[in-house]
T-cell receptor
Framework: ETGVTQTPRHLVMGMTNKKSLKCEQH?????MYWYKQSAKKPLELMFV???????ENNSVPSRFSPECPNSSHLFLHLHTLQPEDSALYLC??????????????FGEGSWLTVV | KNQVEQSPQSLIILEGKNCTLQ??????????LRWYKQDTGRGPVSLTI?????NTKSNGRYTATLDADTKQSSLHITASQLSDSASYIC??????????????FGKGTSLLVTP
C-alpha cells in the first residue's frame, strides 16, 4: 500500500465511450501526476498538477482530459480513444517538485484496453 | 534516443543466485538516480536513491552503485528470491531542469527468478 489509490484497476472501453480514471492520495502531497506505461517503452509523463493547478501538459492529445478538484484527488477523463491508447495508466504523487530528493509514490495503475 | 538505457532487457536466474542489472545514462550531472521495482500489474516502488556524489546505496539485498566517470549505475541483487521477479526501472532526474518534474525513465529490465 503506497498511499495512492487508483480505480478502476481494469477498464475495457469502446472507441466511442466516455470513461474516467480516478486517483486519490492519502499522503498529504501537493503534486500529482498521470503517467502512461506502454509495453517495451519508458514511462511517459502526461500531466502534472501542483497545488491543484496544472503545471505540465506533455503534448497529450485532447481525448485525454485531466481534472484535479483538490490536492488529494486526480481524474483522467477519456473520450473517443484509439486502440493505441491501450496501456497501463499510473497515477503518482510527491510532496512537491522543488526538492531533488522527493520520492514519487505510484498507485497500482489502471489497465486500459480500447477496443 | 532515450537518455537512460538499461540492460539486459530481460533476465532469468535461479533462486538463490546473484544478479546485476545495468543502467547507462547520458544526463550528467544529475540531481538523483533511482532504482524502482515494479511487480507485474502494480505500480513502481522506489528501492534506492543516489545523488551524483554517492557511489553506493543499499536496501537489504539490493545494492545500487554509481560510476560517474562511465555514466553507469548497477543494481546488484544478492541471494535472489522468487519475490524478486519484477521489472527494475532506472530513473534519472536532471538538475536545474525547466520543469521541476522532469524525470528520465529507462525501459526497465524484466527479471524472472525460477525455483
Amino acid at each position: 500500500e503506497t498511499g495512492v489509490t487508483q480505480t478502476p484497476r481494469h477498464l475495457v472501453m469502446g472507441m466511442t465511450n466516455k470513461k474516467s480514471l480516478k486517483c486519490e492520495q492519502h499522503l498529504g502531497h501537493n503534486a500529482m501526476y498521470w503517467y502512461k506505461q506502454s509495453a517495451k517503452k519508458p514511462l511517459e509523463l502526461m500531466f502534472v498538477y501542483n497545488f491543484k493547478e496544472q503545471t505540465e501538459n506533455n503534448s497529450v492529445p485532447s481525448r485525454f482530459s485531466p481534472e484535479c478538484p483538490n490536492s488529494s484527488h486526480l481524474f483522467l477523463h477519456l473520450h473517443t480513444l484509439q486502440p493505441e491508447d491501450s496501456a497501463l495508466y499510473l497515477c503518482a504523487s510527491s510532496q512537491d517538485s522543488v526538492y531533488s530528493g522527493n520520492t514519487i509514490y505510484f498507485g497500482e495503475g489502471s489497465w486500459l484496453t480500447v477496443v | 534516443k532515450n537518455q537512460v538505457e538499461q540492460s539486459p532487457q530481460s533476465l532469468i536466474i535461479l533462486e538463490g543466485k546473484n544478479c546485476t542489472l545495468q543502467c547507462n545514462y547520458t544526463v550528467s550531472p544529475f540531481s538523483n538516480l533511482r532504482w524502482y521495482k515494479q511487480d507485474t500489474g502494480r505500480g513502481p516502488v522506489s528501492l534506492t536513491i543516489m545523488t551524483f556524489s554517492e557511489n553506493t546505496k543499499s536496501n537489504g539485498r539490493y545494492t545500487a552503485t554509481l560510476d560517474a566517470d562511465t555514466k553507469q549505475s548497477s543494481l546488484h541483487i544478492t541471494a535472489s528470491q522468487l519475490s524478486d521477479s519484477a521489472s527494475y526501472i532506472c530513473v534519472v532526474r536532471p538538475p536545474n531542469s525547466n520543469s521541476g518534474y522532469a524525470l528520465n525513465f529507462g525501459k526497465g529490465t524484466s527479471l524472472l527468478v525460477t525455483p
